[in-house]
């Protein structure tokens, strides 16, 4: 997995670009507890498909979770639900999409909805 940028953004959160199957045990290996995949299917012909991912994040011994979303149109439903993932799966957590960019802006959306809501 060394062709894999993975940069930490918050405490407990880092964010990648796109995972395949074959990467998920060195992500175990390296002491991530949950995968967080927030890139739909086909977006992109050679991209694997959400299913192998989980099953492959499952054989790992990783939680996984699927939370699609669309570059630039975050929902506030999916805003709720990724921070709801942050406060409730086992840390640390890896996000990723195609390039890190989209699980960092949801990161950022999911501060600004906090520092709103207090």
Wanted: one cysteine or more.
């Amino acid at each position: 997995m060394s062709s894999i940028q993975i940069q930490q953004i918050a405490e407990g959160l880092w964010v990648s670009p796109q995972l395949r199957p074959a990467d998920l045990a060195e992500v175990a290996a390296k002491g991530f507890r949950t995968v967080l995949n927030n890139r739909p299917d086909h977006e992109a012909p050679d991209q694997p498909l959400q299913s192998e991912i989980e099953a492959a994040a499952k054989q790992a011994g990783l939680v996984y979770e699927y939370l699609p979303v669309v570059p630039g149109q975050f929902t506030e439903a999916q805003v709720a639900a990724f921070d709801k993932h942050l406060r409730e799966l086992p840390a640390p957590i890896l996000a990723f999409c195609r390039s890190g960019n989209r699980c960092s802006m949801l990161f950022s959306a999911v501060m600004a909805r906090r520092q709103s809501q207090q």
